[in-house]
Nanobody
Framework: QVQLVESGGGLVQAGGSLGLSCKVS????????VDWYRQAPGKQRELVAQ???????IYIDSVKGRFTISRDNAKDTVYLQMDNLSSEDTAVYYC?????????WGQGTQVTVSS
């Protein structure tokens, strides 16, 4: 059974930083692309960043230069370092993986940026 557990959310002032972690319990973790999504109140869930098994990252334009996604395959964990946060980054952040054509999500972690 695939499980994802996020941690690291919280409250931060604008311009500050937060780091998120996602522990993924899946066989052969290193083979899978893992994504971070977020959903702000009243908005659709959107992809923020993803990282391939080989470590290649992709970011949406609004977070480029501010967010860094990384992974430690020895720990089955993906990270999202978020710097220079703004109120527009306030959302619930979710970790996601697709294995064997099935989508798995974590429970989400709240990130709140105060202006």
């Amino acid at each position: 059974q695939v499980q994802l557990v996020e941690s690291g959310g919280g409250l931060v002032q604008a311009g500050g930083s937060l780091g998120l972690s996602c522990k993924v319990s899946v066989s052969m973790f290193k083979l899978y692309t893992v994504d971070w999504y977020r959903q702000a109140p009243g908005k659709q869930r959107e992809l923020v960043a993803q990282i391939t098994g080989g470590g290649s990252p992709i970011y949406i334009d609004s977070v480029k230069g501010r967010f860094t996604i990384s992974r430690d395959n020895a720990k089955d964990t993906v990270y999202l370092q978020m710097d220079n946060l703004s109120s527009e980054d306030t959302a619930v952040y979710y970790c996601h993986v697709n294995t064997r054509s099935r989508d798995y999500w974590g429970q989400g972690t709240q990130v709140t940026v105060s202006s």
